[in-house]
C-alpha cells in the first residue's frame, strides 16, 4: 500500500470513529435523566418521536420510561437517526394511518421491528386527520371550506369520532391491550403528524395511568413545537398562494379545543376514563389494573 493510500485509510478509519462518537453521544444527549417528560428524543428525521414516560401521576407515582414511545410518521429517516431509532430496543410499531397514508409512505423501521397496522380512521377514511396535506392543496379553496372557525369544528367533530367511531374503539382496543403486554415492549404508536389518533391515544393512556390533566394536555400542546416547523415551507407556499395562515395552524398544529372535544365526547358517552377503556374499548378493570402496575413506578 502507498503512503497516499494508506493516509485516506487513516483518515477514513479516523472519520469513522469521530462520526460513531457523534452518534453516540447525540443519543446520550437523550437519556431519560436529562430530558423532561414529553421532550422530543431529538431525532431529526423523527421530530416527534417521544417517550411518554416521566409524568408524575396524582399520588405520586412515576409512569416508566423506555417502554412506550409516541411520534409522527416513520418515513424518510436518515442512515444516522436510523442508527438512534434502532437503539430503541423497539419490538413492535403501531401504525394508526389509513391504507392511503400507508401506502403513501411506508414505515421505515430497524430489522426486527414488528409493524402492526390498526386504521383508528377506517370508518371515515377521509377524516382531517388522515388527510391533512390534501386539505391544504387548494389555498383559495381551503379558505372557504376552512376558514372563519370551519377547520377548528372540522377537527373537534374528528377528536369526538375518536371516541364514537367503531373503527376507532377497536383500534384503540388494540393497541391499548397490546401496550398492557410486557412481552410487546417496548413499542412505539404514530399517525402521520403524531398529534390527532397519536394525541388522543397518548392522552387517553397517561389519563388513565392517573396524570395530572394539566400534563397530558401540556404533552398534548408539545406537538406544536415539534411539527409546526417540520412543515414551514408548505405554510410558507400555501400563504403565499392567498391561504389564511389561521388555516395551516389549525390543521398541521394542535388546540386544546380538540382534545377537549374527545374528553368532552368521552365523558358523555361513558362519564370517566375507565368507563371509557371498559365499556368503549372492552378493556377490563383487571386489565387497566395491570396497566398501571406495569407502567407506574415509585407508588
Known sequence: MNRTNKLYTNYMFVFLIVLSGIILSSFSKMSDNELEPGQS??????????????????????VARGLVYRSNQLCN???????????LN??????????TERNAKPDELPVGVNNVWLDVMAGNPTSGPA??????????????????????????AAYRQFISLPSAQKAFSEL??????????????????????????????LTLLGVPMEAVKKDYLRSNEYILPMYDNL?????AAGGSPSIPAATLGVKEEYLNAAFDEMQTKYGSIENY??????????????????YLKNK
Open 131 to 156: 388527510n391533512l396535506i390534501g386539505l391544504l392543496s387548494d389555498p383559495k379553496k381551503a379558505n372557504a371550506d376552512l376558514g372563519d372557525g370551519k377547520v377548528e369544528n372540522m377537527f373537534k
Open 176 to 205: 391499548f391491550l397490546s401496550l398492557g403486554d410486557k412481552n410487546q415492549l417496548p413499542a412505539l404508536f404514530h399517525c402521520t403528524t403524531g398529534k390527532d389518533r397519536t394525541g388522543w391515544a397518548a392522552a387517553a393512556l
Open 277 to 294: 377503556f371498559s365499556e368503549g374499548l372492552g378493556i377490563t378493570v383487571d386489565q387497566q389494573t395491570a396497566l398501571r402496575n406495569l
Open 41 to 62: 428524543l431529538g431525532i431529526v428525521s423523527i421530530p416527534n418521536l417521544r417517550d411518554m414516560g416521566g409524568y408524575k401521576t396524582t399520588d405520586g407515582a412515576t
Open 235 to 239: 405554510i410558507k407556499q400555501f400563504v
Open 77 to 87: 429517516i436518515s442512515t444516522s437517526d436510523m442508527l438512534l431509532l434502532a437503539k
Open 90 to 99: 423497539l419490538k413492535n410499531d403501531f401504525d394508526l394511518r389509513t391504507a
